[in-house]
DNA sequence: TTGTTTAATCCGACTGTTCGGTATGTTTGT
DNA sequence: ACAAACATACCGAACAGTCGGATTAAACAA
């Protein structure tokens, strides 16, 4: 079995986060893909689609992730769990990248953000909810921290969640403009090993 | 005198923020702008160049100010003077926006930011300085109120940086997919007080 | 197995439109 | 009169999308 739609999908799911939306050609994308534009049109019905069938099946998967499945009984495991969710996505998008394309993968999760909440407007509520609830999970387990005593703090519970969640994009941020997303993970890793330390007893 | 030039700029940074450079079109930039083609390629050479311009003459200068400038003696009011600045720039923007076009300003800073990436390559090597400066800007401040006593904590000055810039960052994604960029200013001022409470003495 | 039909998959030349940019003019201020 | 400032009709290239047909695979019959 040739999983021709899937192999576009993923190749499109690769130029988008190179580039953006507007930035990639039809011709791109078939050539890319090693199909030709009677192959595309036959799977999709128009590029705007196969965006939308990218943020559904890849993007949407990548950000969203389900906190129940990560140990809530204490902080240091629970961030410790969020770092490895960051690096394993990182690493599946590399190892997809260098099957398709040559050099490094100019990973930019922000720029096919941007284009889906502009081109699909159902992705904005979609997000609010996303960063409610990784609020909520962050914010239960540091109250649960905070009753068992693994931490002691004169943070508010939703406020120590904000520093955790917030600091980890703002770099993010930071890593795009300057690339090299590989420091990202430790970037991010010393923030939070340092809040965590700021906040034992 | 008819600054016929600057209107161009002005509205082309406005479109810029809005929706990219890719995503404007030639026309737009000449009809929202209120000129005609002939105008428009008096001031500029392309497309391309009106970008670099914008680039120059307003978002440039809204990245980077002196540091300077600011109050040094004290993180609190460091930190204050900071708010103030991000506070400026969101009403300059807001009311030039409400000038040319109607309903709310879609200010997305980052859009037009990657765009710069991209296309200008010079642009990299400075936003890697700007933002070295800013986080020696913010250490020396903090490491200055370390020895006056005005704060006293385990992270070392770097490390408190990091989290003060950072987190504005991270807390400006956040507020570009869920809209409403007035509740960023409020958003900043309440994770940098809380991170200035807590490094009280 | 072999031949035949039918449907799915794939191809690439072609189309209408929009794009950034140009050529050639007209108006305006000095 | 003569630049500088603007307007507009127009251009070729690039774009997303279409179409008739070629190729392959699946289904069925002999």
Redesign the pocket.
Known sequence: ??D??GQILKTSLLLFLQKGF?E???????KSS????????????????VFKEVIDVYFSQMLHFDYNTLPSNSLQSFYKANLEILQNRDMILNSWYKETFEGDFPNNMYYILFDALRLLPEIKEQQTNRIQEELKAWEKVITNAMTTGEIKTRFSPKNLAKQFVYSSDGIAMHMIMISSSDKLFNEVKEIWDSLYESVKP
Chains 1, 2 share one sequence.
């Open positions: 079995m040739k021709s739609k507007k990639v050609t039809m011709k791109e994308i078939v090693g199909f030709s534009k009677g192959a595309f049109y036959h799977y999709f019905s128009s590029k705007e689609e």
